[in-house]
């Protein structure tokens, strides 16, 4: 069982939790919907990050959004684990486009909470309430393709710069 609500705070701390099993997909360049970041800290080279600071990098914009965009969190109940953090941009008919998604261990150590048909029902019906009736994922590359479908996702359309758009399970029609 899991719970879900927006969030306009996420305590350092609860950032690296995420952070941390996220990196090697965002380091492959699966930071979604418009996020180019190229300033002191790194630098996005169309599908690949570089830089020295990139955890850095990618903090700075996570709070940018978390600050002046949508944010939503789920936890695990009666732990209250941190699961996941996603933030991006709602358009006037309910569509979340992702721009960052973090993902951590459940309180087990354990990510197969991902694949959790159950999680993701209790996500929808929360993001529902919230006023998100869809959440739509951009992911770069081939294995975070592969990625977003083994968790259920669906293609809705392919973009001009070669990407493909995936609905994810928790707002599949």
């Known amino acids: 069982m899991s719970y879900t609500r927006l969030i306009t705070e996420l305590s350092i701390e609860d950032f690296d939790t995420v952070y941390e099993p996220s990196k090697r997909y965002l380091l492959a360049g699966n930071i979604g919907y418009g996020v180019l970041m190229v ?47 996603q933030t991006g941009i709602l358009d006037d008919d309910g569509i ?8 951590g261990p459940d309180s087990q150590g354990r990510m197969n909470w991902l694949y959790d048909p159950e999680l993701w029902r209790e996500t929808e019906e929360s993001l529902h309430q919230l006023g998100i009736q869809k959440v739509y994922s951009y992911p ?34």
Do not use: W
């Open 39 to 85: 300033n002191e800290l790194g630098v996005s080279t169309g599908d690949k990050l570089t830089g020295l600071n990139i955890k850095d990098a990618i903090k700075q914009r996570f709070y940018e959004l978390l600050q002046n965009e949508t944010t939503f969190e789920t936890r695990e109940s009666g732990t209250d684990t941190l699961l996941g953090v």
């Open 140 to 173: 770069a590359g081939s294995n975070m393709e592969r990625f977003v479908k083994s968790m259920g996702c669906v293609f809705v359309k392919h973009l001009d710069n070669g990407n493909n758009v995936y609905q994810t399970p928790m707002s599949v029609d």
């Open 96 to 103: 979340l486009h992702l721009e960052l998604s973090f993902f």
